[in-house]
């Protein structure tokens, strides 16, 4: 069964710049949800996808933006890249309402570099 | 606000010993998560625990969770190098079920 694929899992940028991350859920899982991880600030949560809606969003500027398609693919865009959005982003794979007693998947996350 | 704490946030400790790492929380949560993760890598679930007392095990590891004390314990029996990661724990606020708030993390060191 395959797991939780994100790509790319390295990416350089250069601040001012935009940048799209991608994450395929696991078979049949319909909620995608992501995470920041930095030193810092630890694990935040940005937002959670279901069936193409944002059912939660979590205290990052507009800059930080997502969307979900009808395969349950999920993208999520940061515009106008700052230093500080250096940091690995997590996407975890859940079966959706009702469901989350099973938890969630995570995949390997890509490690963005703003420079 | 759900906020979640754990401690201590470093154990090194020698190989065969027992700890217990801390999970609090703030305010009510829908369930308890707990991950796992090695340096560089993802996330990996232990143990979800959803009902106040509820009790899990697997292998060397065991999570418990008491609601009324909105606290959650990992318990590591005789540790070996191999649980060696840092590992999280994290609720849901309630009604918001898809949103995950971690703790910040424990590192755990197991030393031969």
């Known amino acids: 069964k395959a797991g939780v694929t994100q790509t790319p899992r390295y990416l350089i940028k250069t601040r001012g710049q935009q940048v799209t991350l991608s994450c395929s859920p696991i078979?049949?899982?319909?909620?995608v949800s992501w995470y920041q991880q930095t030193p810092g600030q630890g694990l935040q949560f940005l937002f959670e996808y279901f069936s193409e809606t944002q059912r939660n969003k979590g205290n990052f500027p507009g800059r930080f933006s997502g969307r979900q398609f009808s395969n349950s693919r999920s993208e999520m865009n940061v515009s106008t890249l700052e230093l500080g959005d250096s940091a690995l982003y997590l996407c975890?794979?859940?079966?959706?309402?009702?469901?989350?007693?099973?938890?969630?998947?995570f995949g390997s996350g890509t490690r963005l570099t703003v420079v | 606000e759900l906020k979640v704490e754990q401690n201590p946030l470093f154990l090194s400790m020698q190989e065969g010993k027992n700890y217990t790492i801390y999970c609090n929380y703030s305010t009510t949560s829908d369930r308890l998560y707990w991950y796992r993760q090695d340096p560089g890598k993802s996330l990996e679930s232990l143990f979800v625990?959803?009902?106040?007392?509820a009790v899990k095990q697997e292998g060397r590891l065991m999570a418990s969770l008491d609601t009324k004390a909105r606290l959650s314990t990992l318990h590591i029996t005789a540790a070996v190098h191999d649980l060696s990661a840092t590992y999280f724990c994290a609720g849901s606020p309630t009604g918001n079920t898809g949103k995950l708030i971690f703790g910040q993390g424990t590192t755990l060191q197991v030393k031969p």
């Open positions: 078979s049949g899982h319909r909620s």
């Open positions: 625990l959803l009902s106040n007392g």
């Open positions: 975890a794979s859940g079966k959706g309402p009702g469901s989350e007693n099973y938890g969630y998947t």
